[in-house]
């Protein structure tokens, strides 16, 4: 039996992993700052679902990760899957900053927090999710794509640091394209978006097989590459 921890799981696409594993049996350590989805998620699965409320944003969140881990024995896989993402049409500075303390430094903490149990115990699964978003730059959300930007470059440092480990560390970047959850909710309308449910179906296999980089729905791997090769004015037309 695995045991696995989502940090991020009382909505939207940790959720429906937290699920998943749950209905496969596993052992799933839930965390968000919303104690009463993840109270929810144990009332279902009570005998397999830990839960543990903290805030990334917060240095005490690196405490709470770890008793957890205590509380579960050892930890196979982590995905750091917590994240927001607001527009900014108004230049306001507390958006941006909200984004970068959670996308990037509450990311970043996190990933340390579980790479760090990962190297004591010589093995894990370190799973982050970035965005296709990592691949440009947006008008409407500088910030937002810019985080993503710095989860993918991040997870990619930490799986060089994973191989020079010699362990059996292994590290996963997620890049979804748009899976209808409450962050793309009251944004523009979203066309080809799949629900996190089936994204959860169609990565779980995946990652087993420990892949540097999953790209989910599948087509996004075209965005991506016009992303690489079209011009930067053009792209600046979608902002
Ligand atoms: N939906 C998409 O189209 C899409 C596309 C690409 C990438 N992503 C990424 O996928 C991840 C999950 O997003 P989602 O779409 O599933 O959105 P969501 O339904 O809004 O879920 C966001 C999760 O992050 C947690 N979270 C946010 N701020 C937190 C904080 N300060 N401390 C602890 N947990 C925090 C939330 O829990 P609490 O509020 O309970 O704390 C919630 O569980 C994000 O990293 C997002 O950037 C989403």
Redesign the pocket.
Known sequence: MKNIII?????????ALALAYLKKGYQVGV????IE?LQELVTLFPKTCLYSA????QETAIHAFQNLVLKMGSVDLVIV?????NWNPRNEWEIDKNTIE??VT?FARMSMAAFSVFLNQGFGHLVG?????SYFGYGKAAAYNAS?SFVSNYLSGLRHRAILSKKDIFVTDIQ?????????ANKQEVKG?IS?ERMAEIVIPKLERHPKIIIVPYRWKFAVLLAKILPDSLIQRMS
């Open positions: 940090i991020g799981a009382t909505s939207g696409i940790g959720r965390t968000g700052r919303r989805l903290f805030d990334i944003t899957n917590s994240g927001i993402g959670t996308n509450g999710i970035s965005s296709v978003a993503k979804p394209g748009f899976i209808t959850t409450p962050l793309i978006a996190a």
